[in-house]
T-cell receptor, first 114, second 109 residues
Framework: EAQVTQNPRYLITVTGKKLTVTCSQN?????MSWYRQDPGLGLRQIYY???????DKGDVPEGYKVSRKEKRNFPLILESPSPNQTSLYFC?????????????FGEGSRLTVL | RKEVEQDPGPFNVPEGATVAFNCTYS??????FFWYRQDCRKEPKLLMS???SGNEDGRFTAQLNRASQYISLLIRDSKLSDSATYLC??????????FGRGTSLIVHP
């Protein structure tokens, strides 16, 4: 089954404790992206990757890191989480074809930073 | 100015009603357009692509107006299950999708 898998789905952590949210897709997609969603602000892009070893900042990259060492994986790293990073996070992937590339989303990771 | 704008709503309509949403975009070079549906606290899912000639899928009709830079979604005969947030997505020349903030629809009995 074609899917994007994120882990963990739910996490409560404390300020400053490094954490990683994993994202994996099994569709051989080139494009992968991370979003955060907050009430009233919609989906905001954090980072994206057009292919292996190619990553770029989205609209709200501060406080986050990513890597794309393999095509299927695109982890999101919070080196020193802060309460303003409490949010619902989505990973998404796509073939990257402009006209037909449907975005497939993971189920989301709800992160709370105390 | 945000690149993709939507009326956040909520649109509160009775079952059976017809409701329409618009979405405007600022990048005239945009090449492809989509509507996604998002249920509360769930991931967005593709509802339909929007083609220049307009397209229909059952009760849903999507249209594109390049001259005025907007796309629309029409839902006929609304069902309770149509209650959700509808996201407008626009792709530029290089594949970087841009999302609107979404329009909330509530269909009541």
């Amino acid at each position: 089954e074609a899917q994007v898998t994120q882990n963990p789905r739910y996490l409560i952590t404390v300020t400053g404790k490094k954490l990683t949210v994993t994202c994996s897709q099994n569709m051989n997609h080139e494009y992968m992206s991370w979003y955060r969603q907050d009430p009233g602000l919609g989906l905001r892009q954090i980072y994206y990757s057009m292919n292996v070893e190619v990553t770029d900042k989205g609209d709200v990259p501060e406080g986050y890191k990513v890597s794309r060492k393999e095509k299927r994986n695109f982890p999101l790293i919070l080196e020193s989480p802060s309460p303003n990073q409490t949010s619902l996070y989505f990973c998404a992937s796509s073939s990257g074809e402009t006209n037909t590339g449907e975005l497939f989303f993971g189920e989301g990771s709800r992160l709370t930073v105390l | 100015r945000k690149e993709v704008e939507q009326d956040p709503g909520p649109f509160n309509v009775p079952e059976g009603a017809t409701v329409a949403f618009n979405c405007t975009y600022s990048n005239s070079a945009s090449q492809s357009f989509f509507w996604y549906r998002q249920d509360c606290r769930k991931e967005p899912k593709l509802l339909m692509s929007v083609y220049s000639s307009g397209n229909e899928d059952g009760r849903f009709t999507a249209q594109l107006n390049r001259a005025s830079q907007y796309i629309s979604l029409l839902i006929r005969d609304s069902k309770l299950s149509d209650s959700a947030t509808y996201l407008c997505v626009v792709n530029g020349g290089s594949y970087i999708p841009t999302f609107g903030r979404g329009t909330s629809l509530i269909v009541h009995p």
